[in-house]
């Protein structure tokens, strides 16, 4: 009865994917808002984006070559801003925890008594992923609030690493994801999904020789999971449509 009962309370509908999908899209949205979209003077390691090269900083010039220092016009304007940005994304982890954990479980559910004890894996991967992010954002706090070089070397000791196994345990779970698209779906959009979210965790295992490849495979990681999104939004419609009809 127990099993039973635990097979029903997981199986949501598609109306809690788009949903959550949504919240995430105005939540990414909102903190786009905050981001600033250029680096004090560059990044490093060929990162276009100054929030993932911060992410993976390891040196004090990365930092201030992204935030400029204590004496430069802008960085009491750009500090304030990543700081504004850290804040809201303690939110923005569980927002995305929540729509990846649906999307987890709506990969499975063809195979549900397979796949439920996968799952519960998959669940745990997805769980040290966010608590690497809490900590990532911990850390950068830690390096915003610092007066010069030497107190930044106790956050940037762990940082680079934090942000990989963040990255390594969010590409390895959406691959999770992927391959059981591939292999019980048969609609074009998680089809193509699947793609998307596999090369991403190859992208993410290959930046540990060249470290912008995260960047890219976020890239391929968000495409794959819209595309799920939108799934979820033509199950709906043609749901409510057979149901009229």
């Given at each position: 009865v127990?099993?039973?009962?635990?097979?029903?309370k997981?199986n949501f509908?598609e109306?809690?994917?788009?949903?959550?999908?949504?919240?995430?899209?105005?939540?990414?949205?909102?903190l786009n808002?905050?981001?600033?979209?250029?680096?004090?003077?560059?990044?490093?390691?060929?990162f276009?984006?100054?929030?993932?090269?911060?992410?993976?900083a390891e040196?004090?010039?990365?930092?201030?070559?992204?935030?400029?220092?204590i004496?430069?016009?802008?960085?009491?304007?750009?500090?304030?801003?990543?700081?504004?940005?850290?804040?809201?994304?303690?939110?923005?982890i569980?927002?995305?925890?929540?729509?990846?954990?649906?999307t987890g479980?709506?990969?499975?559910?063809?195979?549900?008594?397979?796949?439920?004890?996968?799952?519960?894996g998959?669940?745990?991967?997805?769980?040290?992923?966010?608590?690497?992010?809490l900590?990532?954002?911990?850390?950068?706090?830690?390096?915003?609030d610092?007066?010069?070089?030497e107190e930044?070397?106790?956050?940037?000791?762990?940082?680079k690493?934090?942000?990989?196994?963040?990255?390594?345990?969010?590409?390895?779970?959406?691959?999770?994801?992927?391959?059981?698209?591939?292999?019980?779906?048969?609609?074009?959009?998680l089809?193509?999904s699947?793609?998307f979210?596999?090369?991403?965790?190859?992208?993410?295992?290959?930046?540990t020789?060249?470290?912008?490849?995260l960047?890219?495979?976020?890239?391929?990681?968000?495409?794959?999971l819209?595309?799920?999104?939108?799934?979820?939004g033509f199950?709906l419609?043609?749901?409510?449509?057979s149901?009229?009809?």
């Amino acid at each position: 009865v127990f099993s039973r009962q635990m097979k029903e309370k997981i199986n949501f509908p598609e109306i809690w994917g788009l949903s959550l999908g949504i919240f995430l899209i105005l939540y990414s949205g909102f903190l786009n808002y905050f981001s600033p979209s250029e680096p004090y003077s560059e990044n490093h390691s060929g990162f276009h984006s100054p929030i993932i090269a911060l992410e993976t900083a390891e040196t004090p010039k990365h930092v201030q070559d992204i935030i400029g220092t204590i004496d430069t016009e802008e960085f009491p304007s750009l500090t304030n801003k990543y700081r504004i940005l850290n804040y809201f994304d303690f939110g923005f982890i569980f927002c995305y925890m929540a729509f990846l954990a649906y999307t987890g479980h709506y990969a499975g559910r063809r195979v549900r008594s397979i796949f439920l004890k996968i799952f519960l894996g998959m669940i745990a991967i997805l769980t040290i992923g966010g608590f690497c992010d809490l900590i990532e954002n911990i850390l950068i706090l830690n390096l915003l609030d610092s007066k010069n070089a030497e107190e930044m070397l106790p956050s940037l000791e762990y940082l680079k690493s934090t942000s990989q196994l963040k990255w390594f345990c969010l590409y390895l779970y959406v691959a999770i994801v992927g391959i059981y698209f591939w292999l019980y779906e048969k609609g074009l959009l998680l089809r193509i999904s699947s793609v998307f979210l596999v090369t991403s965790f190859f992208l993410g295992l290959f930046s540990t020789l060249r470290i912008n490849l995260l960047e890219i495979g976020f890239g391929f990681l968000a495409f794959g999971l819209l595309l799920a999104w939108l799934q979820y939004g033509f199950s709906l419609a043609f749901s409510s449509l057979s149901k009229k009809t």
